[in-house]
């Protein structure tokens, strides 16, 4: 089975086209729904093993694509993860047969089902924290944040005293960095050989540092008219690994302009003496993990 999002933004003819020849290859295609565009990265491998099935997810924040992965920079996980894998089904019956999961999502945050609530419910959170003088900590990395809803939320939990820090490479309608409204919010915006892409959100969490990867930037047509996933990252070494190449970004001391209410938004200049491009650093971290 195959779900083709024929609404793809200048991949139209082109998807027409391949979901032409699937179907003569007798593979399974549904077309698009009206008023809402799929926007999810996601696959679902059935492997039959001595009789049983195994399931395997791949899940994305960005396409396959053979002109924009010579040039974009995306996360995926390939996993076998029966919690990830069982509600990732669900979602593709969904897709399949259009009717609605008999049971909620705990583990994936799907839009048009439990995206909007559960960021909301992550943010009030570390917004509560804040107020009981307990570390509380918001990292977002998104291409766009532009929905007025979150924007609200994100300045409430600063001024409550969540530490909030942003890596937004496109439209940011987030002031940050204002006295009396978001002191406690950093902005940056990282352009650099290649296209920052990949969608982020950390949420410290007492702790447990809830990190998920996502299809969704945090804009009113992603939040409300369209299907996505966010996708948790449980294994403790991938967390680690993410939140390292995070770190480089945070420190981009080369390649990374501060977002501030002047908007102005000059090359970031820090105290550090060394120089850190963190796409640079992020290739030589890689290499050293082989």
């Known amino acids: 089975f195959i779900f083709n999002e024929v609404?793809?933004?200048?991949?139209?003819?082109?998807?027409?086209?391949?979901?032409?020849?699937?179907?003569k290859k007798g593979i399974k295609v549904r077309y698009s729904f009206p008023g809402l565009k799929v926007h999810a990265k996601a696959a679902l491998v059935h492997k039959k093993i001595e009789g049983d099935t195994k399931l395997y997810s791949y899940l994305s924040t960005g396409n396959f694509h053979e002109q924009t992965v010579k040039s974009?920079?995306?996360?995926?996980?390939?996993?076998?993860?029966?919690?990830?894998?069982?509600?990732?089904?669900?979602?593709?019956?969904?897709?399949?047969?259009?009717?609605?999961?008999?049971?909620?999502?705990?583990?994936?945050?799907?839009?048009?089902?439990?995206?909007?609530?559960?960021?909301?419910?992550?943010?009030?959170?570390?917004?509560?924290?804040?107020?009981?003088?307990?570390?509380?900590?918001?990292?977002?990395?998104?291409?766009?944040?532009?929905?007025?809803?979150?924007?609200?939320?994100?300045?409430?939990?600063?001024?409550?005293?969540?530490?909030?820090k942003l890596l937004v490479r496109g439209i940011c309608s987030l002031v940050s960095g204002k006295?009396?409204?978001?002191?406690?919010?950093?902005?940056?915006?990282?352009?650099?050989?290649?296209?920052?892409?990949?969608?982020?959100?950390?949420?410290?969490?007492?702790g447990e540092e809830n990190i998920f990867l996502s299809s969704a930037d945090w804009m009113e047509r992603n939040l409300h008219f369209r299907i996505e996933i966010a996708f948790p990252v449980y294994d403790p070494i991938l967390k680690k690994q993410i939140m390292d190449i995070v770190n480089f970004q945070l420190l981009d001391n080369v390649k990374s302009r501060s977002i501030d209410y002047n908007r102005i938004n000059e090359y970031r200049i820090t105290e550090s003496k060394r120089k850190v491009q963190s796409q640079l650093e992020t290739y030589k971290y890689y290499k050293e993990l082989q």
Request: charged share 30%.
């Open 72 to 164: 974009y920079i995306d996360y995926g996980l390939f996993t076998c993860d029966e919690r990830i894998c069982n509600e990732l089904n669900r979602f593709f019956n969904f897709l399949e047969n259009t009717k609605l999961p008999n049971i909620p999502f705990k583990h994936l945050l799907v839009g048009q089902f439990n995206l909007n609530d559960a960021l909301k419910e992550m943010i009030e959170f570390e917004k509560q924290n804040a107020l009981q003088n307990k570390p509380a900590k918001i990292i977002l990395k998104l291409n766009n944040l532009q929905d007025k809803e979150m924007i609200e939320l994100l300045y409430d939990a600063a001024q409550a005293g969540v530490k909030i």
């Open 179 to 206: 006295k009396d409204l978001s002191e406690n919010i950093e902005g940056l915006s990282i352009v650099d050989r290649y296209l920052e892409h990949s969608r982020l959100y950390y949420f410290y969490h007492d």
């Open 7 to 23: 609404k793809a933004r200048f991949d139209e003819a082109a998807n027409l086209s391949w979901g032409e020849e699937m179907e």
